[in-house]
Structure formats: C-alpha cells, structure tokens
C-alpha cells in the first residue's frame, strides 16, 4: 500500500476469512469504510443511505440529491451527463478505497468445448455458463 503512503494517506488492510468478512459487512462492524468499488455506474447506487450495499456508510444528502437525479432522469444524454457528475463529486468523497487490482487467470483443457474462459454471463451470475460447455471425452482419453 505504499502508493497511499506517497500522497499522505494512511490506509491498514485487514485480511480476514469470508465469514468474518460477512459478519463485518452486514453488521457493519468496522469504524470508516469497508470495500473497493468497481467502475460501473451503477454501482454508485449502492452508496444510497440505508443500502444494504453501502459499506461505507455513506450518508451525504448532496451527493444522494445528485444521484436520485440520475435515477429520475430519463433521457441518455442527460443521464450520462448527471452521472458524471454524480462520479466526480462520489470520487471527492472518497468513501471507497480504490485498490489496483490483482492478478489472475483461467486455465483451460482442449476437451473442454463451449469454454472460452467466459466468467460470468450476466450480473452475479457465476454458473450458467457451465449448462453451455461439454466435455470432448474421447479427445480427453487421447491426450491424457
């Protein structure tokens, strides 16, 4: 974390198992803020007052103004703009700590057919990518 340290930012990770990761997060049991925030825009809506979702516990009523601006809007144009805005001024709040992200990788077999390292197919959808791959058993029997 030493790249926090180069502008003056004191930040403590504390690595811990899932259980206790969900315990701390659903009973928000930590004293500032918990979790990271990918870009997509509607992630910022998470960070509502009173959101499940809102680790941080963030509760500005200028910022959450802006942003029922943007659930209200309803044309593209001015909805992109208003989440702009909205982006910009949730990034001056600071209530997520941006982290680089990590390294990682799938690995993959030639009899594994219908695969292309997809990970999921729509939002928190870790599994039905596996109703479309089968397996090449006689291509696995001869290379194995």
């Known amino acids: 974390m030493d790249f926090w340290d ?3 930012v004191k930040v403590t990770l504390d690595l811990v198992d899932g259980p206790v990761i969900q315990s701390r997060l659903f009973e928000k049991q930590y004293d500032f803020m918990f979790w990271h925030e990918p870009a997509r825009p509607n992630a910022l809506n998470n960070f ?7 680790f941080s516990n963030l509760n500005d009523p200028a910022w959450h103004a802006m942003w029922e601006d943007v ?3 309803t044309e593209s144009d001015e909805q992109i703009a208003l989440i702009k805005e909205a ?14 992200a990590g390294f990682s990788g799938d ?14 197919l729509a939002f928190v959808d870790f599994s ?6 089968w397996l ?3 291509m696995r029997e001869a290379r194995t």
């Open 107 to 120: 690995y993959w077999q030639p009899w594994v057919q219908n695969h292309n390292g997809e990970r999921i």
């Open 87 to 100: 982006n910009t001024s949730f990034l001056e709040l600071a209530p997520a700590v941006q982290i680089p």
């Open 128 to 133: 039905t990518k596996w109703a479309y791959v």
């Open 6 to 8: 180069d502008i003056g």
């Open 48 to 54: 509502r007052a009173g959101h499940q979702w809102n």
């Open 71 to 73: 659930l209200a809007a």
């Open 136 to 138: 090449d058993r006689d």
